[in-house]
């Protein structure tokens, strides 16, 4: 048994914290509160430190990293991860694993992937220390593994095959579905092929996550769309990283908003997470019209060589962002490499070339593998945001080849340190909550996210006066500060902490939970102790 002793608790249900102890035995909660240590225990004496669930990350693409263990998750409390959003999962894949992979390399960093839900589920909880790993199937690799290279069509194809593949993928243990309408080939999906799956995630009472069709110019019909697929189906819809894109769609957002309220009153079941930075991150190709898409990047090629005055006046008249506010953040050729970091107005100034025409050339020359970063909203939108009742604070982190968003690896402690200590955009309760509870309860997860006996012991033990992040645009992966210990299976714990002064750790000798115990911004193991059976 493991004894944290002397902790403020924050226990994740929006209640006061409190001080108290937490009682750990056997890789889960058994008392909270008023603890006395028994007599067998490890003793961690905290000194008033915060004591929270672990936190859920329920927007991420870490689908393949989690198999390494990598540590940007970790590093900053996140002990459970959901993948396999924005239709991106790397299974299924049927008879067309060439193709998934190709479009899958983009979002989630690699190729590799798995014929059903529980050869993966399977791959990655055997291989996958640091995080507990629940997954969404994507829509994406729906229709590829069903459809193949006819995926791309805004026909009904084979809809009680894909329908089929969806309930045997949540049947396996997929917690839920995911679309990616903004991505090919879930763009080209009609409704009608939306409502009959959403009727098959109703019927496992699983969650339905969106990336939705538009949110700039068709942010409220994009809405009005996933409050239909709700009304028709009655599954459980999360609007993924909502938010109003481009300066002259920043009034739609609270129209959105009020939308969604409505809805809720109505009795649909919906809800909603973003991120807390002004800027998010995504592949170059999402710029262009997604019927550019239909044929792979090989098939975008030829479009840009053959339409390329079409492409130009659709990207001059569609992109929501100023120039000067998307940068190339990764690429593949050397020859380019100068480009990281840069915007494209000032590429395009250096090159001579329009910026519609500067898009297009560098998708050409990266033979469009290529990542941006783009900022997109305004502050006060983003506070409406992340004090929203119905949201949940995710990191939607993917890797990249040179700089990925600093949200990687920073998500979670700058919301604890810029917009909760600083800012006081709300309260250290009601944002424990949006990273613990809320995605628990979305998720339909009853064994984590509160400090409650009976609960998976997933702990993050923090610094609330010194917790945040040193990631930034342009050195986005520095780990966090203020993260004292995250108990997850794994037991992490940074060297020169007073945790490691002998005042406390494993006072009587006795081994703890299975733990790793290694330091957070490295990856030297200090040692490895397990739980006596």
């Known amino acids: 048994m493991l004894l944290l002793r002397n902790a403020l608790i924050v226990d994740g249900s929006r209640a006061t914290p409190y001080a108290g102890s937490v009682l750990v035995s056997e890789g889960k909660i058994k008392a909270v509160g008023e603890v006395d240590a028994p007599a067998d225990a490890s003793v961690i004496e905290l000194d008033g ?17 989690v198999l390494e263990n990598r540590r940007e998750k970790s590093d900053q409390g996140i002990t459970t991860e959901v993948v396999g959003n924005c239709g991106f999962s790397p299974y299924p894949c049927g008879h067309h694993a060439d193709l998934l992979g190709e479009q899958n390399e983009g979002i989630l960093n690699g190729e590799a992937c798995w014929p059903s839900a529980r050869g993966y589920l399977d791959a990655v909880r055997a291989a996958s220390r640091l995080v507990h790993v629940e997954s969404l199937i994507g829509h ?40 990616g309408l903004m991505y ?8 009608a092929e939306l409502e009959a799956l959403c009727r098959v995630v109703a019927k496992h009472d699983k969650l339905y996550t969106s990336h939705m069709r538009s949110y700039s110019w068709e942010l409220l019909e994009s809405v009005d769309e996933q409050l239909e697929l709700a009304r028709r189906t009655g599954c459980r819809v999360q609007i993924s990283h909502l938010q109003a894109v481009g300066r002259e769609n920043w009034y739609k957002q609270c129209v959105a908003l009020e939308k969604i309220e409505e809805a809720r009153v109505a009795g649909i079941d919906i809800g909603f997470d973003c991120y807390p930075y002004l800027a998010g991150s995504t592949v170059m190709t999402q710029l262009l019209p997604q019927s550019a898409l239909v044929g792979g990047l090989a098939g975008m090629l030829g479009v ?18 100023g120039w000067e506010d998307i940068f190339v953040s990764s690429l593949h050729s050397a020859e380019n490499k100068e480009l990281i970091g840069k915007p494209i107005a000032e590429i395009s100034e ?8 500067t898009v297009l050339d560098i998708l050409l020359e990266e033979r469009g593998r290529v990542n941006i970063v783009a900022f997109n909203q305004s502050e006060a939108n983003l506070k409406m945001l992340l004090t929203h009742p119905l949201a949940s604070i995710i990191t939607d982190g993917f890797y990249v080849a040179q700089r990925p968003h600093p949200r990687l690896a920073g998500a979670f402690p700058t919301f604890l340190g810029e917009f909760v200590r600083t800012r006081k955009w709300l309260s250290l309760s009601e944002a424990v909550r949006k990273i613990t509870a809320a995605p628990a309860a979305r998720l339909g ?15 993050t033990i923090f610094d609330p006066e010194t917790i ?6 342009e050195s986005p992966s520095v780990a966090p ?21 002998g005042r406390g750790i494993l006072r009587s000798g006795r081994p703890l939970a299975h733990a790793i115990v290694s330091h957070p911004s490295t990856s030297d193991t200090i040692g490895e102790l397990h739980y006596e059976r």
């Open 468 to 473: 945040g992040s040193r990631a930034t645009f």
């Open 49 to 65: 430190a915060v004591l929270s669930p672990g936190f859920i990350d329920l927007h991420s693409h870490s689908d393949l990293k």
């Open 350 to 357: 250096a090159r001579g070339t329009a910026p519609a025409a």
């Open 304 to 321: 840009i060589a053959s339409s390329r005055g079409d492409l130009e006046r659709a990207l001059n008249e569609e992109t929501a962002q």
């Open 140 to 179: 994406g690799a729906l229709r590829t593994a069903g459809l193949g290279k006819d995926a791309n069509t805004t026909e009904l194809r084979d809809l009680d095959g894909l329908a089929g593949a969806l309930d045997e993928a949540l049947t396996e243990g997929a917690i839920g579905f995911s679309t």
């Open 445 to 459: 997860l009853r064994d984590r996210g509160l400090l409650t006996p009976g609960a998976i012991a997933d702990i």
């Open 184 to 191: 090919a080939p879930g763009s080209q999906a009609p409704f």
């Open 481 to 501: 500060t203020g993260i004292h210990l995250v108990i997850k299976g794994t037991l992490l714990l940074p060297k020169s902490s007073s945790l490691l002064d």
